[in-house]
């Protein structure tokens, strides 16, 4: 513990008193020539977020973005106070508590309760901000890292060979000529539905047939393979382009108008309820696309890549199709080995 008078109390925990000593010197040596000042009495949380998003080296995700707003200019505590405008030295860990308790009693953008999954993201975006500010000297303790809510569940929703016919014959009958392509491509590539609306031509390469995905959830850039049926597809789409107006920015799927962005929410609940899908929903097509990719002998390390994920802890759920795999490279090494005994 490190006392100055006119500073705050630092504070930090180590494993041996060497360690302990060597930090304390350093921090007093610092306050001395003028370079930790009193930064939890002078900046708020909104200066922490304006700091964390301004970093050049930093690779936040549109998604991210829109969330550290919120936490910027409208999560409150029970009392109505903006969080926001609070001094860092004022935050407490029971203000992030009751600001969770009010996420999980909001709405989204669908009508819908926020699933305990969403209140965990935008729990843990505003707790990498005052973990980073816990290097600036600004905090010494990240109050908003606080227990994740229990209840995140897992959808297994496969589509049945049979649910795959109705819904492909909704879409050729559909009233936005794009959304069969749309479908296969999302069945046949794994990507978001997100990611797929903000496809342009010149992200795609029909000659190796990959496509680049840029506006992906984790705002990192990523290849997906358009191929087979998804690839005829495309190739058709662009023929009927006109080529007069086909430029490489111009956006892959349009609306029946010719416009985009392509909006695609509506038409999709009229064709899951032509097709009696039930409680299918768009982003379970991504799920289907992982969970054949697996089924095909795909490694946890290729799915990753495919899918977008940073951590092999978001492929876990598909580990029982990467068990069998195993299982058959045992079965092709006994016949190399062998033979057929």
Same mark, same amino acid.
């Given at each position: 513990?490190?006392?100055?008078?006119?500073?705050?109390?630092? /504070?930090?925990?180590?494993?041996?008193? #060497?360690?302990?000593?060597?930090?304390?010197?350093?921090?007093?040596?610092?306050?001395?020539?003028?370079?930790?000042?009193? /930064?939890? $009495?002078?900046?708020?949380?909104?200066? +922490?977020?304006?700091?964390?998003?301004?970093?050049?080296?930093?690779?936040?995700?549109?998604?991210?973005?829109?969330?550290?707003?919120?936490?910027?200019?409208?999560?409150?505590?029970?009392?109505?106070?903006?969080?926001?405008?609070?001094?860092?030295?004022?935050?407490?860990?029971?203000?992030?508590?009751?600001?969770?308790?009010?996420?999980?009693?909001?709405?989204?953008?669908?009508?819908?309760?926020?699933?305990?999954?969403?209140?965990?993201?935008?729990?843990?975006?505003?707790?990498?901000?005052?973990?980073?500010?816990?290097?600036?000297?600004?905090?010494?303790?990240?109050?908003?890292?606080?227990?994740?809510?229990?209840?995140?569940?897992?959808?297994?929703?496969?589509?049945?060979?049979?649910?795959?016919?109705?819904?492909?014959?909704?879409?050729?009958?559909?009233?936005?000529?794009?959304?069969?392509?749309?479908?296969?491509?999302?069945?046949?590539?794994?990507?978001?539905?997100?990611?797929?609306?903000?496809? #342009?031509?010149?992200?795609?390469?029909?000659?190796?047939?990959?496509?680049?995905?840029?506006? /992906?959830?984790?705002?990192? $850039?990523?290849?997906?393979?358009?191929?087979?049926?998804?690839?005829?597809?495309?190739?058709?789409?662009?023929? $009927?382009?006109?080529?007069?107006?086909?430029?490489?920015?111009?956006?892959?799927?349009?609306?029946?108008?010719?416009? +985009?962005?392509?909006?695609?929410?509506?038409?999709?609940?009229?064709?899951?309820?032509?097709?009696?899908?039930?409680?299918?929903?768009?982003?379970?097509?991504?799920?289907?696309?992982?969970?054949?990719?697996?089924?095909?002998?795909?490694?946890?390390?290729?799915?990753?890549?495919?899918?977008?994920?940073?951590?092999?802890?978001?492929?876990?759920?598909?580990?029982?199709?990467?068990?069998?795999?195993?299982?058959?490279?045992?079965?092709?090494?006994?016949?190399?080995?062998?033979?057929?005994?």
């Amino acid at each position: 513990m490190v006392r100055k008078a006119g500073h705050p109390t630092l /504070t930090k925990t180590f494993t041996s008193k #060497r360690k302990a000593q060597v930090w304390a010197a350093g921090k007093e040596s610092r306050i001395a020539e003028g370079e930790i000042f009193e /930064t939890e $009495h002078r900046n708020k949380l909104s200066d +922490a977020i304006e700091r964390y998003l301004e970093d050049p080296d930093r690779n936040v995700s549109k998604y991210a973005k829109g969330v550290l707003k919120w936490w910027k200019t409208e999560a409150k505590n029970r009392r109505g106070v903006l969080l926001g405008n609070k001094k860092l030295n004022r935050l407490r860990r029971s203000d992030f508590i009751e600001a969770r308790d009010l996420l999980k009693q909001t709405n989204s953008r669908h009508g819908n309760l926020l699933a305990p999954a969403t209140v965990n993201r935008r729990m843990s975006c505003i707790s990498a901000v005052l973990t980073e500010a816990q290097q600036w000297d600004w905090v010494q303790d990240n109050v908003a890292r606080i227990r994740r809510i229990p209840g995140e569940v897992q959808r297994d929703r496969l589509m049945t060979p049979e649910e795959q016919k109705l819904l492909l014959k909704a879409c050729k009958t559909s009233s936005e000529p794009h959304m069969y392509a749309f479908v296969v491509c999302a069945m046949l590539s794994g990507a978001r539905a997100g990611e797929l609306v903000g496809l #342009r031509w010149k992200d795609i390469d029909l000659d190796r047939g990959l496509a680049r995905l840029l506006n /992906t959830k984790n705002g990192t $850039h990523r290849p997906v393979p358009i191929r087979g049926h998804a690839l005829e597809l495309v190739r058709k789409m662009k023929s $009927h382009e006109k080529v007069a107006s086909l430029r490489g920015d111009d956006f892959v799927f349009k609306n029946k108008t010719g416009y +985009a962005p392509f909006y695609y929410r509506k038409v999709w609940c009229e064709i899951r309820n032509e097709a009696k899908l039930g409680d299918f929903r768009f982003h379970d097509l991504r799920h289907l696309a992982a969970s054949h990719l697996a089924m095909a002998g795909a490694t946890q390390r290729e799915l990753m890549e495919v899918l977008g994920h940073k951590s092999a802890a978001m492929t876990q759920r598909y580990s029982h199709f990467f068990d069998q795999h195993i299982a058959d490279l045992g079965d092709r090494l006994q016949v190399r080995l062998f033979g057929n005994e």
